[in-house]
């Protein structure tokens, strides 16, 4: 048998959280960008990245991201403005939206929409009144269902009421078969400036208990 490698336990309990996020951030990795779209008090659009972010099941189709607070512990933008009006819009980034997506991640003051500040183009929304990425390939309206706090950690759950698709990754739109490769997506490597594509993928196919037994059969152990 091949020898196992050594392995080394970090417990969590007696990490700060600068060290947690590190870890977390080094080994849960690619993690899809949601580039959130909101809407501020004054009717400014909020835009901002966030990559604790992912798709939690389907019926409904439910998302998940984890906007954090301001070093002062002050909620970001995007969480007080879903909390006061509990729409927004995930964008999803393409690799030719990385840069401009990354400068939306600034720390501007509140009430600075970003979208105006760095020339993102924006369209309305159908199901929110919240406005999407023009030139995002996706992007997914959402309606607040809960809002979780974890110690520090807060996370929004979403229902996705509606989805913006570009027109040629659609394959066959009576299945609803999607070109993801087209999309050209991008998503985090690591916590700080690490990011990677999508485009690199592999298929396994999923056997069913049978199919596992005759595999078996056929291939006796020894």
Known sequence: MVPLPDFKHFDF???????RYKLVTAVVVPRPIAWVSTLGRGGEVNLAPYSFFGLMGSDPAV??????????????????????????????????????????????????????????ALAPGVRVQVPRVA???????????????IGRTRVVLGEVLGLHLRADALLDE??????????????????RGGYTR???????????YAQWQRAREDTPLG
């Open 63 to 120: 998302v998940a991201f984890a906007p954090g607070d301001r070093p002062g512990g002050t909620p970001k933008d995007t969480a007080l403005n879903i909390g006061a009006g509990g729409e927004f819009t995930v964008n999803l980034v393409s690799a030719e939206l990385a840069e401009v997506m990354n400068a939306t991640a600034t720390d501007f003051p509140y009430g600075l929409g970003e979208p105006g500040e760095v020339g993102v």
């Open 135 to 149: 030139a995002s390939p996706a992007a997914l309206e959402c309606r607040e269902v809960q809002t979780v706090q």
């Open 13 to 19: 309990a007696g990490l700060g959280a600068a060290d």
């Open 174 to 191: 009576a299945r609803k078969y999607v070109d993801t490769a087209a999309l050209d997506l991008v998503g985090r490597m690591g916590g």
């Open 198 to 208: 999508t485009r690199d993928t592999f298929t396994l196919e999923r056997f069913t």
